[in-house]
């Protein structure tokens, strides 16, 4: 989890932050320190700096280095809440659907979505009477209503799969959104520093104040150096961490239960042609989703298993492999095997402890508790990346009376950054008729990653050997002084799992040749 931009921009390794020194020489304050640089974490740090608040966002990682990059990169309204009556939760994510089509055009795009029907599973009039709630429990502006569905033998499904249903919801690049909010929250004034730990908090009184400040403890994770921040307010934004850092930083306040569940995905060679996702469920009560992933691939998730542990240390079990493959097979006629798999990753979500049997029924919602003693401090607990911005919109509505004075809500109509153009296709041909030296295949990569942010990462190009170093499929020397100098890219982690998703293509010396140009370029 995790996002940072600065005022001053990319903090070096090992730097302290001139906010920093400001404030531990003069006992500056900044209004809201936010701990986590995950989708939560940036989301409210954006919000909060746009109506006028001083932010500091700290993150022990990288941006979006844990949950936020490893979910099912799904803006949905979740189809199966509805069967544990999660009406408020699935309304306000089918609103939030449009609203982020309209912010994030570049990374967040329709999708339709294909329903198999299982008939010894859920009945046709459920399935029925679900999608109808789903196309009317939120006003629909863009994407069109469900319907029901013939399949063929020309489509990829087994034989015994003859009906099924068709609905919308939209895909995201869940890394790149928690990136564009940082970026965001910088270009309102925000200082967010990566690879940053909060380690300390104490109360503290400034110029004999009876109101009580945080006095905060920062590391830098790469130097070790240590040094105080002031803070008006702490959110506590840091997903599965969030408990035990709680329990850690204020011992006094403990944090509510929270339950670790473990979401793994795999990605494999393109199972169907066609951009249609499908839903597939199983008898267990679980669904798992089969994905178009970066043109070449497939994306099958979620598992959703309690989760002990170390959330840094999450991996994808083999009976997790197993299980993807196996409901997948159950339905599509070919399915590749455990040899073909190219990428695999987990996450951990941080959801209330509901007391919940399966892991999978278990609440999406979130919760928000905020102790105003010794100083304000809140603490987020749960989310789902789709609902991200009305969280932070919560945030801000529970810190009203500790900052009075703060302006209104206003990112409902707000576009991320690279987000201000109509749609992908005609950016795409703006680019080719401005650049007609560049290859197709890359602008186009390009237009879904950064949108008319390529403008400043082409400053100054005027044929492609300004590009600079080819470093690996697609990737030029550009693009990584582009991520280097704009988002916070330290790594080749960083770079080609998060910024992009190029390590899909990049074998395993391309990838050891890109850090050890990283480390020359220091």
Known sequence: MAE???AAGVMAAGSIPALARTAAADSK??????????????GIAADAAGRGLSVLLCEKGDLASATSSSSTKLIHGGLRYLETYQFRLVQESLAEREVLLRAAPHIVWPMRFRLPHHSALRPVWMIRAG??????LSKRVSLPA?????????DPLRAEYQRGFEYSDCWVDDARLVVLNAMQAKNHGATILTRTACIALQAVS??????????????????GNEYQVFARCVV?????????????????????????????HIVVPRMHGGDEAYLLQNADGRVVFVIPYEDDYSLIGTT???YQGDPAQAAISQDEINYLLEVSSGYFKKVPDAADIVHRFAGVRPLIDDETANASKASRDYTLSLAKSPAPLLTVYGGKITTYRRLAESVMKKLQPVFPKMGPKWTADAVLPGGDFVSQQELLTELIESYPWLDSAVVNRWVKLYGRLVYTLLDGAENLQDLGKLLGPGL??????????????????DILWRRTKLGLRFSEAQQLALEEYLRSAN
């Open 131 to 136: 999608l109808f709630l789903y196309d009317h």
């Open 304 to 306: 959703e298993q309690d």
């Open 206 to 223: 400034q110029n004999g104040s009876e109101n009580l400040l945080w006095q905060v403890t920062l590391r830098d994770v790469n130097s």
């Open 476 to 493: 030029y020397e550009c693009e990584v002084r582009y991520l280097r100098s704009h988002e916070w890219a330290c790594s080749a982690d």
């Open 146 to 154: 469900s319907h029901g569905l013939r399949f063929t033998e020309h």
């Open 29 to 42: 304050t900044v209004d809201l320190l936010v701990i986590g640089g995950g989708v939560n974490g940036a």
């Open 4 to 6: 940072g931009s600065g």
């Open 236 to 264: 506590n934004a840091s997903g599965p961490w969030v408990g035990n850092l709680g329990r850690e930083l204020q011992p006094q306040n403990p944090p509510d239960d929270v339950r670790l569940v473990k979401g793994s």
